[in-house]
């Protein structure tokens, strides 16, 4: 419920997608440990996980760098296409 209207999932999901990046990140956050997700704080080095401490702060470094040009982005596609052909 958002103040005395109640929502339903397609307006939350609306709702949600349309926050800011960091704001998104710790929702998801908020959300995974609600439901006792462990995976979330069990990655490989060198992967960010939002158990580190500097987490908001690096996420934002990373989304900075790539607004500049600096880095690009790579789009879900590709990424789950190289996820499923490493199984």
Do not use: Y
């Amino acid at each position: 419920m958002l103040g005395n209207k109640t929502m339903t999932l397609q307006q939350v999901k609306k709702t949600v997608l349309a926050l800011p990046l960091p704001s998104r990140v710790k929702l998801l956050t908020a959300l995974a440990k609600s439901l006792e997700v462990e995976t979330l704080h069990t990655c490989p080095p060198g992967v960010l996980s939002d158990a580190d401490p500097n987490f908001m702060e690096i996420l934002q470094s990373r989304l900075d760098a790539f607004e500049r040009g600096e880095t690009k982005a790579i789009p879900w596609e590709v990424v789950r296409k190289r996820r499923v052909t490493k199984k």
